[in-house]
């Protein structure tokens, strides 16, 4: 068995001599949930703003179900999507499991319920005035409604940095609905179970050091948006 040192070193060679093997898996992997966080942003952004501006019964319900709905297990996703899409499932004559369409929906439902209540969170904290101000300055609903997500860009970046950390780093709805294979459905964190699972630890940590850069990138980047806004 190969020591940790070993196995690091191994990794990083791996990383930087560009092996087709593992970049191929990276690039799976972002192409994936990007896909998927872009497809969620629209509709989980209104959403949210329209449980922050209209009253309606059941409202309260429903921004509890999508509170609930954070705690769910991706496996549980993944669970109710193989059973849908499956051959005798109701979306069974569709032949989208074992594909990265499948996993593009499952991590789409993953991500919506962090969008909603991050970017909920973010429109309350706004001031209600905003809106109503600037309607009443004659601008349309519009332009009055990207004025608001103007003013509360920060949360929303840090609910999309939020759900997309979740999305590129969950391994049991990729694994139950893409099937694990090779250059088509293996993405980082399925390919970290496989390869670790057999022994083969340098592709595991040379995978799972991907993903601590992109968590340290993207928090760099948020905070360098913020500290660019206010320099305080």
């Known amino acids: 068995m190969q020591s940790l040192s070993d196995a690091t070193i191994e990794a990083l060679t791996l990383l930087l001599s560009g092996n087709a093997e593992i970049w191929g898996i990276i690039g799976i992997s972002f192409r994936v949930s990007t896909l998927a966080i872009i497809s969620a942003i629209p509709p989980a952004i209104l959403t949210a703003f329209w449980?922050?501006?209209?009253?309606?019964?059941?409202?309260?319900?429903?921004?509890?179900?999508?509170?609930?709905?954070?705690?769910?297990?991706a496996v549980v996703v993944g669970l109710t999507l193989f059973i849908l899409l499956s051959r005798h499932g109701p979306l069974g004559d569709f032949r989208l499991l074992f594909t990265?369409?499948?996993?593009?929906?499952?991590?789409?439902?993953?991500?919506?319920?962090?969008?909603?209540?991050?970017?909920?969170?973010?429109?309350?904290a706004v001031d209600d005035r905003a809106w109503d101000t600037a309607r009443t300055l004659g601008a349309s609903a519009l332009r009055a409604f990207f004025t608001l997500l103007y003013e509360v860009r920060f949360g929303l970046l840090t609910a999309l940095?939020?759900?997309?950390?979740?999305?590129?780093?969950?391994?049991?709805?990729?694994?139950?609905?893409?099937?694990n294979i090779m250059d088509y459905t293996r993405n980082i964190p399925t390919a970290i179970a496989l390869e670790t699972s057999k022994g083969n630890f340098a592709q595991g940590i040379a995978l799972g050091i991907v993903l601590v850069l992109l968590a340290f990138l993207l928090n760099a980047f948020l905070h360098a948006v913020e500290h660019k806004s206010d320099p305080r």
């Open 161 to 179: 940095l939020a759900a997309y950390g979740r999305i590129i780093a969950e391994v049991g709805a990729s694994m139950m609905l893409g099937g």
């Open 51 to 73: 449980l922050a501006h209209f009253r309606f019964p059941g409202r309260k319900l429903l921004i509890a179900s999508f509170s609930a709905l954070l705690s769910v297990p």
């Open 100 to 124: 990265q369409t499948a996993m593009v929906m499952g991590q789409f439902l993953l991500s919506y319920p962090v969008l909603v209540s991050m970017s909920l969170a973010a429109i309350q």
